[in-house]
């Protein structure tokens, strides 16, 4: 080749893919669904149903019954009525079941993985690869505890706290359930648990997971609903222990409400992660992190790096790479296994995202989309770029939860750390550099709980998650995610 013949653009694909659909019928969905209370589907007392669709199409795809406060208090009885067998189990009795729990997802990991895809919109990809082998590890991780909780270094005789009442958003479904049940039972708690309101069916099908494990009645009940229905677990006065993972306004004001009623509390709400791309990063590798760091799920991840800190020297080349990089994404349907962006979950979410998005051009930043088709039916929204964007800009400081990145310069590290840390959230940061004392630096300086370097949003059931200011506050995972399950010891 001679100098002046141009290199072969290898990212951009010559050929388009055939589709490659998973099979839908791997899951069965039910015409309705009652709520899972002492161990069985019952219908609900007070309340009502509700339509889950699929945010792909718009289909409806099942009737599911919201619990009434009347509801709720029938399943918070049937968790305590079931929390003095359960807590007097040995650990190792507890933990049988919970590797069952674990063994079965596996078993049924195809059709959890389809169901999710179905109820939620993420690509199957994600699911199969990530929700729900996840999901199942953190049962197995769990389980291992569940006979050694003595020698965790909490105090010599741990004990649980009681009925747990958890409240999950719809990002990750089975696996913000698994992050609540599996370490409330392997501390020996049982819980009542309420999914979001447009992603029940994976915690219906856990549900049934949970008869097949021969689980002992009213450990884990299941209540569906709306936002009423999470208000009335949070309120309701028998509950011991609140574990809430969503918005950091509703978190705020179940810290309010629950604050001096002694009931104990972790928060896990949003997030505006920097990911901080230093001149001598592997910038390819950096492309894929950023990639995964804001388009994986669509951005509907708490974690997710929704805001680029690039020095400024690399700007133009890792925007120029991430621009090509963005060209190769197919969106579309979430059940072909060669889909990388899916639905929008919801209607709500993506005006959510259309409002955030205009503010950000009104203030000036420059917005970069690749030519896309958008499905005609269901909530869509084309992977987003902009530069130019302002340290107060409302993008570069709200959370958008969708798949929209905000570039940022920098030029020194301490003017990294400085705009990284400028944001009411801390709960996970990135660092490419191939510096190893650097990124010890920046760790030590970066307010977030998690600092991933060289690389972004890896999850393992042995590290805990977690943040710092308005990102909430106890841990889930590892050793110290047992914490916020037992009872507090005077010396731990
Ligand atoms: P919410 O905080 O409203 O929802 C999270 C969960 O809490 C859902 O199960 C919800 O029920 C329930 N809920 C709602 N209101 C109450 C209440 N007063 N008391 C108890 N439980 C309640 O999040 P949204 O779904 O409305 O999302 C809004 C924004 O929150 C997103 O744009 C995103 O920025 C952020 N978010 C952050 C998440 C994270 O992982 N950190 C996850 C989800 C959202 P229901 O869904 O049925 O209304």
């Known amino acids: 080749m001679t100098s002046t013949e141009t290199v072969p653009d290898l990212i951009t694909p010559t050929w388009d893919y055939a589709p490659a659909p998973e099979a839908r019928d791997l899951a069965t969905i039910h015409d309705t669904y009652g709520l899972f209370i002492g161990g069985e589907f019952v219908d609900p007392d007070d309340g009502g149903s509700m339509a889950t669709i699929s945010p792909a199409t718009e289909e409806h795809l099942a009737d599911v019954a919201v619990a009434g406060e009347r509801d709720v208090d029938r399943a918070v009885k049937a968790a305590r009525k079931a929390f003095g067998p359960w807590s007097k189990l ?19 990991a195809r059709e959890f993985a389809v169901l999710e895809s179905i109820d939620n919109g993420k690509p199957i990809r994600e699911t199969r690869d990530v929700d729900v082998p996840t999901a199942a590890a953190h049962f197995f991780y769990h389980a291992g505890w569940a006979d050694k909780l003595d020698w965790a270094g909490l105090g010599p005789d741990p004990r649980p706290l009681g009925v747990c009442g958890q409240v999950i958003p719809w990002n990750f479904p089975l696996l913000m359930l698994a992050w609540k049940i599996a370490p409330a039972l392997a501390c020996g708690n049982t819980v009542v648990l309420k999914p979001a309101e447009t992603t029940p069916l994976s915690a219906l099908l856990f549900a049934e997971v949970c008869q097949q494990a021969d689980l002992p009645p009213g450990v884990v009940n299941i209540v569906t609903g709306a936002g009423d229905t999470g208000a009335a677990l949070v309120a309701q006065t028998d509950v011991d222990k609140v574990a809430f993972t969503g918005s950091t306004a509703v978190g705020k004001a179940i810290a309010r409400q629950l604050a001096g009623t002694g009931t104990r509390l972790t928060l896990e709400l949003g997030g505006k992660a920097a990911n901080i791309v230093f001149d001598d990063a592997p910038i390819d590798q950096a492309i894929e992190g950023i990639v995964d760091g804001i388009f994986f ?9 929704s805001r680029l800190l690039v020095q400024e020297s690399v700007h133009d080349l890792v925007v120029d790479k991430l621009q090509q990089r963005l060209g190769t994404l197919r969106l579309g349907d979430p059940l072909d296994k060669n889909t990388d962006i899916g639905a929008i979950n919801s209607a709500a979410q993506l005006a959510r995202i259309e409002a955030l998005v205009e503010a950000g051009e009104d203030e000036g930043a420059q917005r970069w989309s690749p030519e896309c088709e958008l499905p005609s039916s269901g909530f869509w929204f084309r992977p987003t770029i902009f530069t130019g964007v302002g340290q107060s800009s409302r993008i570069a400081q709200e959370e958008i939860f969708g798949p929209v990145l905000s570039v940022l ?21 990135g660092v490419w550099t191939e510096k190893g004392s650097r990124i010890l630096w920046m760790a030590d300086q970066l307010r977030a709980g998690v600092v991933w370097a060289n690389t972004f949003n890896r999850f393992d059931p042995t590290s805990p998650f977690g943040g710092y200011k308005e990102s909430g506050f106890g841990r889930e995972g590892g050793r110290h995610g047992l914490v916020s399950y037992l009872q507090e010891e005077p010396h731990r």
């Open 90 to 108: 040995t650990g190792t009795e507890r933990s049988k079941y919970l590797f069952r729990i674990a063994r079965l997802l596996q078993e049924r």
């Open 409 to 429: 310069t920098f030029r020194t590290p301490d003017e990294a750390v400085a705009k990284a840390n400028n944001t009411p959230y801390g709960l996970s940061a």
């Open 297 to 305: 799920n669509q951005g509907h991840v708490c974690c997710a790096g």
